[in-house]
């Protein structure tokens, strides 16, 4: 193995984990890459394998028992992890508190907020025992203010900037740096997600404006990776320019 830092990338198959993924490769991180979708986390790490040294695990985040064997999983070699990027999560639907679907809820709590702490919890053993680390959390402008139907995506957001700033305070007497980046629209499969499937839908939300891309967030970890030793950006919230709250847009 190089000496490269060992970053692990949840969701690394789509989106912001992808770009994450493909810009640390040559930025000198060690990838592990983790998602469902095995054949995407191959065909990803054949193609990093050009860069840097990459692994995968294909884990669903809301078992718990398959998280933690599938991290105590690793080879020696990568066991050693200085950087979690908590990533993978998703919106599930976007309906009134009143109609909204149980197993939407309990898909977005499970994953968004119960799934990142399941992660953390199998990868702080070694961070807090070198007493060194850096996880980074994506939250979300979801996560900052409320919007019609964004209820439930919402509650798991703001957890998710909760549980980022308790993480800090705890981890604090072990040198773990803690971030959360806190991104507005950007397109992805997101909407496809949240819209379960439904393509026309999904482009409608990102149409007459530039939306962010998953680089402009890989680009924000980057930088927040690469600060001296004694600087933490601690909470950071970005929106495409023709954003300007959780709901006001400039469309064209
Ligand atoms: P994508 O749908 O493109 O990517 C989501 C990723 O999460 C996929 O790699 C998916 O992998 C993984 N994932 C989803 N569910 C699970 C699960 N149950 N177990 C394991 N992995 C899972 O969306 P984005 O890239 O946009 O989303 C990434 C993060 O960014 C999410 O936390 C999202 O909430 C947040 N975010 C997104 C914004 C946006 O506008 N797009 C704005 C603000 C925040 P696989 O299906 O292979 O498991
Ligand atoms: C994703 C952004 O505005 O759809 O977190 O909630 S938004």
């Known amino acids: 193995m190089t000496t490269n830092r060992i970053a692990l990338i949840t969701g690394a198959t789509s989106g912001i984990g992808e770009a994450t993924a493909r810009l640390l490769a040559t930025n ?12 995407r986390l191959q065909k990803l790490a054949t193609e990093l394998k050009t860069h840097t040294e990459v692994t995968t695990l294909s884990f669903e985040v809301r078992n718990q028992k398959e998280v933690a064997s599938s991290i105590e999983s690793l080879a020696t070699e990568w066991k050693d992890i200085d950087v979690l990027i908590n ?26 907020v119960k799934g990142l702490l399941y992660v953390t919890k199998a990868v702080l053993p070694v961070m807090t025992k070198r007493n060194n680390g850096h996880i ?9 203010e409320v919007y ?17 700033k308790g993480m800090r305070i705890d981890l604090n007497a072990h040198g773990i740096k803690v971030t959360a980046i806190h991104p507005g629209l950007v397109e992805t499969e997101f909407s496809l997600v949240r819209f ?3 393509e026309e839908r999904s482009k409608n939300v990102y149409k007459g404006f530039d939306p962010l891309v998953g ?4 680009d924000l970890i980057l930088f927040t990776l690469t600060r001296p030793q004694h600087v933490v950006i601690a909470d950071l919230v970005v929106l495409p320019t023709a954003q300007a709250s959780a709901t006001v847009v400039k469309k064209t």
């Open 28 to 39: 000198n991180f060690n990838l592990i890459l983790c998602g469902r979708r095995k054949d």
């Open 87 to 112: 990533n993978a999560g998703n919106a599930h639907g976007l309906d009134p508190i009143q109609t909204g679907s149980v197993e939407d809820w309990d898909s977005m709590m499970d994953i968004n």
């Open 136 to 144: 980074i959390n994506i939250g979300s402008i979801a996560g900052k």
């Open 148 to 164: 019609a139907n964004g209820n439930v995506y919402c509650a798991s957001k703001f957890a998710v900037d909760a549980v980022t």
């Open 196 to 198: 379960k499937g439904d």
């Open 215 to 218: 680089n402009d967030i890989a």
